[in-house]
């Protein structure tokens, strides 16, 4: 099996919205309260960013989803741009039934050896290849333990926390992905570096 490509700085934008997920984005900014209590603090971070940041952006998201991929490429921006400001905090939001369910899981084993991050970057470039197999390949990849990153595939706490994020994303009304909530409000309209920087900064009136 080939090398798995890293997510590029920048990506084209061939992705095709779905209906009901453009509705979600453009019906306006809508108070949406999160639970503090979807990850416990003994689990692994699924986080990036400033750790205090004072923005921190929520983001429900499924790797095989191509928007979600666009997007994921926008957040590193924002980071990049606001490295002492903004936190991002993802939430596993598989399509049920989908094939990024492995990938999820996955995530999280790479997190408990603290590459979330990496393989977050993987999984998102490339979404053909999200199978079990694929994402041992990308473990290997990323120069992981190999046999404690397999035997943490099937820990179920990795699958109490996506049924943790779901049940959130429930409890909220958030359906479709990707969803982006910034200190507790849902984001809506265009999710470009731009918009998303504007209204970090208070900028979005302008």
Same mark, same amino acid.
Request: net charge negative.
């Given at each position: 099996?080939?090398?798995?490509?890293?997510?590029?700085?920048?990506?084209?934008?061939?992705?095709?919205?779905?209906?009901?997920?453009?509705?979600?984005?453009?019906?306006?900014?809508?108070?949406?309260?999160?639970?503090?209590?979807?990850?416990?603090?003994?689990?692994?971070?699924?986080?990036?960013?400033?750790?205090?940041?004072?923005?921190?952006?929520?983001?429900?998201?499924?790797?095989?989803?191509?928007?979600?991929?666009?997007?994921?490429?926008?957040?590193?921006?924002?980071?990049?741009?606001?490295?002492?400001?903004?936190?991002?905090?993802?939430?596993?939001?598989?399509?049920?039934?989908?094939? #990024? @369910?492995?990938?999820?899981?996955?995530? +999280? %084993?790479? =997190?408990? !050896? #603290? @590459?979330?991050?990496?393989?977050?970057? +993987? %999984?998102? =470039?490339? !979404?053909? @290849?999200?199978?079990?197999?694929?994402? +041992? %390949?990308? =473990?290997? !990849?990323?120069?992981?333990?190999?046999?404690?990153?397999?035997?943490?595939?099937?820990?179920?706490?990795?699958?109490?926390?996506?049924?943790?994020?779901?049940?959130?994303?429930?409890?909220?009304?958030?359906?479709?992905?990707?969803?982006?909530?910034?200190?507790?409000?849902?984001?809506?309209?265009?999710?470009?570096?731009?918009?998303?920087?504007?209204?970090?900064?208070?900028?979005?009136?302008?």
């Amino acid at each position: 099996m080939g090398q798995f490509l890293i997510l590029p700085c920048q990506r084209p934008a061939r992705h095709r919205l779905r209906i009901a997920a453009c509705c979600a984005l453009i019906a306006g900014v809508v108070s949406i309260t999160t639970s503090a209590a979807t990850q416990s603090a003994a689990l692994p971070s699924t986080s990036f960013g400033a750790a205090d940041g004072p923005v921190v952006l929520t983001v429900f998201s499924d790797f095989a989803c191509e928007p979600c991929a666009h997007l994921a490429v926008v957040l590193q921006g924002v980071v990049e741009a606001r490295p002492n400001s903004v936190r991002v905090v993802f939430r596993h939001l598989p399509a049920e039934g989908g094939r #990024g @369910r492995d990938a999820h899981l996955a995530s +999280l %084993a790479a =997190a408990e !050896q #603290g @590459r979330f991050f990496e393989f977050y970057n +993987l %999984a998102f =470039a490339n !979404q053909d @290849r999200l199978t079990r197999e694929d994402t +041992l %390949a990308m =473990a290997s !990849q990323l120069g992981l333990d190999l046999e404690r990153f397999a035997q943490s595939l099937g820990d179920p706490a990795w699958a109490n926390v996506l049924a943790g994020d779901r049940a959130e994303a429930d409890a909220n009304g958030v359906s479709e992905t990707p969803m982006v909530l910034m200190n507790g409000v849902a984001l809506s309209g265009p999710l470009t570096l731009e918009t998303l920087l504007r209204r970090i900064d208070g900028r979005d009136h302008d």
